[in-house]
């Protein structure tokens, strides 16, 4: 899911989106939804299979732990 689609997202819910990062955006429209803000906070597991981020979540985690790793070495 791109930055577009997310902010048409947040959008759509009432969520303003300006100068907001992806991982906050989602965080808050996930909150809206009912769902827990734990966007890319993932390791092995998640039960929130009505997530609409699901996916990408597991990809944005994956993402953010390679810079976290690369930065401590």
């Known amino acids: ?9 947040a959008k ?9 990062s992806k991982v906050v955006l989602v965080r808050e429209i996930q909150r809206k939804e009912g769902h827990f803000d734990c966007f890319a906070t993932v390791i092995d597991f998640c039960d ?3 997530c609409c981020f699901r ?3 597991f990809k944005e985690a994956a993402r953010l732990n390679r810079n976290r790793e690369e930065k401590i070495l």
Do not use: H, L, P, T
């Open 1 to 9: 899911m791109n930055m577009i689609e997310i902010r048409k997202m």
């Open 12 to 20: 759509d819910v009432g969520i303003n989106a300006f100068g907001k």
């Open 48 to 50: 929130q299979f009505g």
């Open 55 to 57: 996916e990408a979540c």
